[in-house]
């Protein structure tokens, strides 16, 4: 029994040898076409085509990447979105501005568009007591340009 209990904890430990990797070197290159990290001593690293990209090795290539809307700050506008979270209607207050080409957009999360509403006056009443609940954005627009984007909660 003592055996087996040495041999089973001499193979548990070359599992976690095997997560380790001493590098000579690295660094990173960059230039007008894009940036390279390199290591020295690495293990191994394949990369195949067709679509199809394998990578072996410690050091894995990643891409960040970041998603959003823009706001436009030129436009000085004050505008007040509220009960937030909501379990029915939803008001949206503008304040400071003449009330002429705006228009608002509800999407989802998912991205897609619920609905897209003139804005007529300084209160404007967005129904939201037929959604789910969930959570939605509310994208403000003077003409095509976004403005002011709120983060809506439905209860």
Request: hydrophobic content about 35%.
């Amino acid at each position: 029994m003592k055996k087996i209990l040495l041999l089973f904890y001499l193979c548990a430990a070359q599992f976690c040898i095997a997560q380790y990797s001493v590098n000579a070197s690295g660094g990173s290159i960059s230039g007008s076409s894009g940036k390279i990290d390199y290591s020295v001593g690495q293990i191994f690293f394949t990369t195949k085509s067709s679509g199809v990209s394998v990578s072996e090795g410690v050091q894995q290539p990643f891409e960040i990447t970041t998603l959003g809307i823009s706001q436009n700050t030129d436009v000085k506008l004050e505008m007040v979105i509220y009960p937030n979270p909501t379990m029915a209607d939803l008001t949206l207050s503008i304040t400071n501005r003449s009330i002429r080409n705006l228009n608002y957009q509800l999407v989802e999360q998912s991205g897609r568009l619920i609905s897209k509403t003139e804005i007529k006056e300084q209160q404007t009443v967005i129904p939201m007591q037929t959604m789910s609940s969930g959570v939605y954005i509310l994208v403000v627009l003077d003409h095509s340009t976004p403005i002011k984007t709120f983060k809506i909660i439905k209860k």
